[in-house]
């Protein structure tokens, strides 16, 4: 199965702003109730931040939303592999 596609749905600049936002949540409140969470709201971040670009473009269907929610997801995933690459400790809350 070619998941290739998925490349294609990816934004930049949604992935960016869900990395700071989770980022700041998991150092600025270090608390396992919260940081459980993250995944989910980077996931919200990545469909807020694309729908917002995408009707300011006049251009909003089902496709922005699951490019939002991939961009989001996969911030979470270049965090960890950051973290795990340089071995840097995870927050303990």
Same mark, same amino acid.
């Given at each position: 199965?070619?998941? @290739?596609?998925?490349? *294609?749905?990816?934004? %930049?600049?949604?992935?960016g702003?869900?990395?700071?936002? /989770?980022?700041? $949540?998991?150092?600025?409140?270090?608390? *396992?109730?919260?940081?459980?969470? $993250?995944?989910v709201?980077?996931?919200?971040?990545?469909?807020?931040?694309?729908? $917002?670009?995408?009707l300011?473009? /006049?251009?909003?269907?089902?496709?922005?939303?699951?490019? @939002?929610?991939?961009? @989001?997801?996969?911030?979470? @995933?270049?965090? *960890?592999?950051?973290?795990?690459?340089?071995?840097? %400790?995870?927050?303990?809350?």
């Open positions: 199965m070619d998941i @290739g596609f998925l490349n *294609e749905l990816i934004s %930049p600049v949604a992935m702003i869900a990395l700071v936002i /989770g980022f700041l $949540i998991k150092h600025a409140i270090a608390n *396992e109730e919260i940081n459980r969470f $993250i995944p709201i980077c996931c919200v971040v990545g469909v807020v931040v694309m729908t $917002i670009t995408d300011t473009a /006049g251009t909003f269907d089902v496709e922005t939303i699951l490019s @939002g929610a991939i961009s @989001g997801l996969a911030a979470t @995933g270049l965090f *960890e592999a950051f973290r795990q690459l340089f071995n840097i %400790p995870v927050a303990k809350g």
